[in-house]
């Protein structure tokens, strides 16, 4: 069994699966010659070539416009966009046309495409380049979004992605890309969307996350020293709110950890379906613990921005102590 970092893990998943499946193309912005901004793709143009591993126009509705179209036409394109901010141009394509197309055509095409986005803060990058958008597209009927916290979930969630029928967003949390290593199968395996995971078993309080939050939330549970349930969601839609209304029922309490601003964040979603679940299990009213509501300010302020585990351990001890 291997050791590999997020990078790599998702290097590996996209080798076996373009080695698998001839129906299987990556294309975008530097993707090929350079390996991609963040190296994820690096020698995978030598080793499949141009045709498969395709170096795009700086153009993202174009990128994801023509991905489409060879997903309808029976291909399994992987379209990368730089960082998640340049999401922007693409959200047509993206939100009218390849969410609605199974809707749309009464299930005659579907669009088994997977977007592959650098996601979030913390690696001290200019404008447009640290944002944390998945709330928008969690709420755009089609679409599934999923986000990885480890190189393990990172493997087995793009494999389950990239042979999905309908479109996919798989977020990347560039702040742990290299942050860890742990032991990653050699061979293929797959982790379903739509199922979280359990990384810590507690009674007294439920964390919620997902993404780079998850290892400042495992941070915050050391240093408390109390006995906290973690919830790692993996997928933000559809997300298992089972799995969530189990944990809380046991514990009373819960918190939710996530990067992006506070006001419409994912974090409410959880909140209010804990509510409407979990009212009579609860002993204190549900904390979150967020980005600010205003834009993700340059690098000299970004990890004041960003919640870290001294902000998830007060969140931590004023739910406890409610």
Same mark, same amino acid.
């Given at each position: 069994?291997?050791?590999?970092?997020?990078?790599?893990?998702?290097?590996?998943?996209?080798?076996?699966?373009?080695?698998?499946?001839?129906?299987?193309?990556?294309?975008?912005?530097?993707?090929?010659?350079?390996?991609?901004?963040?190296?994820?793709?690096?020698?995978?143009?030598?080793?499949?070539?141009?045709?498969?591993?395709?170096?795009?126009?700086?153009?993202? #509705?174009?990128?994801?416009?023509?991905?489409?179209? +060879?997903?309808? %036409?029976?291909?399994? !394109?992987? /379209?990368? &966009?730089? *960082? @998640?901010?340049?999401?922007?141009?693409?959200?047509?394509?993206?939100?009218?046309?390849?969410?609605?197309?199974?809707?749309?055509?009464?299930?005659?095409?579907?669009?088994?495409?997977?977007?592959?986005?650098?996601?979030?803060?913390?690696?001290?990058?200019?404008?447009?380049?640290?944002?944390?958008?998945?709330?928008?597209?969690?709420?755009?009927?089609?679409?599934?979004?999923?986000?990885? #916290?480890?190189?393990?979930?990172?493997?087995?969630? +793009?494999?389950? %992605?990239?042979?999905? !029928?309908? /479109?996919? &967003?798989? *977020? @990347?949390?560039?702040?742990?890309?290299?942050?860890?290593?742990?032991?990653?199968?050699?061979?293929?395996?797959?982790?379903?969307?739509?199922?979280?995971?359990?990384?810590?078993?507690?009674?007294?309080?439920?964390?919620?996350?997902?993404?780079?939050?998850?290892?400042?939330?495992?941070?915050?549970?050391?240093?408390?020293?109390?006995?906290?349930?973690?919830?790692?969601?993996?997928?933000?839609?559809?997300?298992?709110?089972?799995?969530?209304?189990?944990?809380?029922?046991?514990?009373?309490?819960?918190?939710?950890?996530?990067?992006?601003?506070?006001?419409?964040?994912?974090?409410?979603?959880?909140?209010?379906?804990?509510?409407?679940?979990?009212?009579?299990?609860?002993?204190?009213?549900?904390?979150?613990?967020?980005?600010?509501?205003?834009?993700?300010?340059?690098?000299?302020?970004?990890?004041?921005?960003?919640?870290?585990?001294?902000?998830?351990?007060?969140?931590?001890?004023?739910?406890?102590?409610?």
């Amino acid at each position: 069994m291997a050791t590999l970092n997020l990078v790599q893990a998702i290097n590996l998943a996209l080798i076996q699966e373009m080695e698998k499946d001839d129906r299987v193309l990556l294309m975008g912005e530097d993707i090929g010659l350079n390996g991609g901004v963040f190296r994820v793709t690096e020698g995978l143009q030598a080793r499949f070539g141009k045709e498969r591993v395709v170096d795009t126009p700086l153009a993202e #509705s174009g990128i994801i416009g023509t991905a489409i179209g +060879l997903a309808m %036409a029976g291909l399994r !394109p992987i /379209p990368e &966009i730089q *960082f @998640e901010g340049f999401l922007g141009p693409a959200y047509d394509q993206i939100c009218s046309h390849a969410a609605r197309m199974r809707s749309r055509t009464r299930g005659a095409f579907t669009v088994p495409l997977t977007i592959r986005v650098p996601v979030g803060g913390g690696i001290h990058a200019p404008e447009l380049h640290s944002d944390s958008p998945e709330a928008i597209y969690a709420h755009t009927p089609g679409l599934k979004v999923v986000m990885p #916290s480890s190189p393990y979930d990172a493997k087995g969630l +793009l494999i389950s %992605a990239i042979r999905d !029928p309908d /479109p996919v &967003i798989y *977020f @990347e949390p560039k702040r742990i890309y290299r942050a860890f290593r742990e032991e990653v199968p050699e061979d293929e395996y797959t982790l379903p969307i739509g199922k979280a995971r359990t990384v810590s078993e507690g009674n007294e309080l439920t964390i919620v996350s997902w993404g780079a939050s998850v290892v400042q939330c495992m941070q915050a549970i050391e240093n408390s020293g109390r006995d906290i349930e973690l919830i790692d969601l993996r997928t933000i839609y559809p997300f298992d709110i089972d799995a969530v209304e189990a944990s809380v029922s046991k514990t009373g309490r819960c918190v939710v950890v996530h990067e992006a601003p506070l006001t419409c964040g994912f974090g409410a979603e959880i909140s209010a379906r804990i509510m409407e679940r979990c009212f009579l299990h609860l002993e204190a009213p549900v904390q979150r613990v967020a980005g600010f509501d205003t834009t993700m300010p340059y690098y000299k302020l970004e990890l004041d921005y960003l919640p870290d585990a001294a902000r998830v351990g007060r969140a931590i001890e004023d739910c406890l102590a409610y």
